[in-house]
């Protein structure tokens, strides 16, 4: 397997008790990542629920993640909001910043034909100074941008990809497209290992938030041919991911990282947080008994 691979991380917002941003929880989960093999940062995604966070802190948000990072892997943001005015004043506030990309979701609350889509990125990426990833998330907006969308969209000079979180047929069909100059980043975390031996070598999830090491983990041991530990360690992740979903993934989440040391509430209000019993059930847990016993550099 060849050794280039990219490991982005979709980073949580931790807040404060009043939603402003907790920065010793921001500070303390990107060193995490960036110490432990992790590539890049997604700032501002889903995982960081950007379109619940208020204006000033996800300004916040995008200056402390700029100064903590200092250039250590690729620095993406999200800005995509539910129309284009939105997407657009998050972009102009971006395109005063040292990042390396802007990810913006489709539209959502409200439809939008692929034509319109076409229209509302091609714009979007006229006004970005930064190159503009395409965000597919059907499963959150309910529109799925469609392979010939994505393939016009493609020629624009300023959109540099796509992150993909649906279908893995859907998007193993869009990889084997092979637009030019176009990156397809997937949202497999339960696959990585796999992916990884097939060449397919760009992944992005919010769940490596929670266990960097292992997802890193996971890329040296295909690297070194060694794919049975590589297997060991996507099984771990894979309990994680099981454990998240069954006890809702933003206060599972704090939990997880409360207990690694990594501070903050992970979900905004009306989210609530596990209650101390709920708490001490999902630590107890072998999922969570594992990471924490792993334990990261």
């Known amino acids: 397997m060849n050794e280039h691979y990219s490991l982005i991380t979709a980073i949580a917002t931790p807040l404060g008790d009043d939603e402003e941003l907790h920065v010793e929880g921001l500070k303390a989960q990107i060193d995490d ?23 000033a802190t996800y300004r916040d948000l995008v200056d402390r993640s700029i100064e903590f990072a200092r250039g250590r892997g690729e620095m993406l943001v999200g800005a995509g909001d539910a129309s284009y005015a939105r997407s657009r004043d998050r972009i102009l506030f971006l395109n005063q910043k040292k990042i390396d990309g802007i990810v913006a979701l489709s539209p959502y609350l409200l439809k939008f034909s692929q034509p319109e889509l076409v229209d509302y990125f091609q714009s979007l990426a006229d006004i970005a100074k930064r190159p503009l990833f395409l965000y597919d998330l059907p499963g959150l907006t309910g529109t799925k941008l469609e392979f010939d969308t994505v393939r016009a969209l493609s020629r624009h000079s300023n959109i540099a990809g796509i992150k993909c979180s649906g279908d893995i047929g859907s998007t193993r069909q869009l990889i084997d497209m092979n637009l030019p100059n176009f990156r397809v980043i997937i949202a497999a975390p339960d696959m990585v290992d796999t992916l990884l031996r097939s060449g397919i070598k760009e992944h992005l999830d919010g769940i490596f938030a929670a266990a960097p090491h292992w997802v890193s983990g996971i890329a040296k041991a295909c690297i070194k041919g060694d794919f049975a530990n590589a297997a060991r360690l996507q099984q771990n992740l894979n309990g994680l991911l099981r454990l998240v979903r069954e006890n809702g ?30 708490t001490e059930l999902v630590l107890q847990s072998p999922a969570a008994k594992e990471l924490l016993k792993s334990g990261a550099s």
Do not use: C, H
């Not at 093999?37 to 619940?52: C, E, F, H, S």
């Not at 993934?249 to 989210?271: D, H, M």
């Open 33 to 55: 990542q960036l110490d432990n093999g992790i590539t890049g940062l997604l700032v501002g995604g889903t995982m960081g629920v950007m379109q619940l966070l208020s204006d």
């Open 249 to 278: 993934v933003f206060a599972t989440f704090t939990a997880l990282v409360n207990a690694r040391g990594i501070p903050g509430r992970y979900g905004p209000r009306p989210y609530r947080m596990l209650d101390q019993a709920r």
